[in-house]
């Protein structure tokens, strides 16, 4: 879907920013001087997204429908942003799926599910953006989690999946240096969400604990608010920022695991523990 769009003002391109956190920080661009560009696959999710961001805006606010899990529609995606927008400084990929079970349960269909929305929606759509980042020396987001960064117990086969997001992020940061594309990730813990306790409800498996249901596999980390990882993510855009975690302060816990791992999985256990 095509607007007038404006030479002098950035384009930033959101992927699956009709919903939750992208919705927030696609709302979070658009309020702070960009040209926003939403893509997801629900029209009538995308078409509300934009009703509701173009209000706060005083910039162009598009949307495309787009499956960025099928390589085709990613390419066609990216040749309607060249067309419509002529430019495109920051990419946001924010397109995302989770799941609860034991990784002795995981199906390879679920797997490579878990894998196309995390990891390759993120590929495609780099791969599609490079051409236009180059021109403007811009930036590539990737939403990662937590779960980027250690293997916590009951979420199934989505720290596999954000291990790969985060092991792609750094290469493309060092492929793509000389281009002076930045990539970075951002991986922030459980987000606070009116559903706490019932997402999963449709991917959860019998054998599970009542904490497997809770935000990061039931980690007594206190929810984020998704308007200060969006505020985040412009920050980190703004600094050619490499790497986030939040909140912060875990930052150090990971550290700590990766240099002594008896004490990372105790660290593990002891937050994903369902007792105080």
């Given at each position: ?81 060249e067309s419509d927008c002529n430019r495109l400084d920051v990419l946001l990929n924010c397109v995302g799926k989770s799941d609860r079970g034991l990784l ?26 490079l051409q236009l980042l180059e021109r403007s020396h811009g930036v590539i987001v990737n939403i990662g989690s937590l779960a980027s960064k250690v293997g ?76 200060v990882v969006a505020a985040v993510a412009l920050k980190m855009v703004r600094k050619r920022q490499p790497d986030r975690v939040l909140p912060g302060y ?27």
């Amino acid at each position: 879907m095509a607007e007038h769009a404006f030479s002098d003002v950035p384009v930033a391109v959101v992927t699956g920013g009709s919903t939750g956190l992208g919705f927030e920080i696609a709302s979070h661009f658009a309020k702070n001087g960009y040209h926003l560009v939403l893509v997801g696959r629900n029209e009538e999710r995308l078409k509300t997204a934009h009703a509701k961001i173009k209000l706060a805006s005083h910039h162009p606010v598009q949307y495309y429908i787009c499956d960025v899990t099928i390589q085709s529609e990613v390419q066609q995606l990216f040749k309607h942003i060249e067309s419509d927008c002529n430019r495109l400084d920051v990419l946001l990929n924010c397109v995302g799926k989770s799941d609860r079970g034991l990784l002795q349960d995981l199906s390879a269909e679920s797997l490579s599910s878990l894998i196309d929305a995390n990891l390759l929606s993120a590929l495609y759509c780099t791969q599609q953006s490079l051409q236009l980042l180059e021109r403007s020396h811009g930036v590539i987001v990737n939403i990662g989690s937590l779960a980027s960064k250690v293997g916590a117990r009951f979420i199934g086969g989505y720290s596999i999946a954000k291990h790969g997001l985060a092991g792609m992020t750094q290469q493309f940061r060092l492929e793509l240096k000389e281009r002076g594309i930045h990539v970075c990730l951002l991986s922030p813990g459980p987000i606070r969400r009116t559903d706490e306790g019932q997402r999963y409800e449709d991917r959860m498996s019998e054998n599970l604990p009542e904490q497997a249901r809770r935000p990061g596999g039931g980690t007594r980390v206190k929810g984020l608010s998704s308007s200060v990882v969006a505020a985040v993510a412009l920050k980190m855009v703004r600094k050619r920022q490499p790497d986030r975690v939040l909140p912060g302060y875990l930052r150090l816990l990971i550290g700590v695991g990766h240099l002594w791992p008896r004490l990372g999985d105790w660290l593990l256990l002891k937050f994903t523990s369902s007792h105080s």
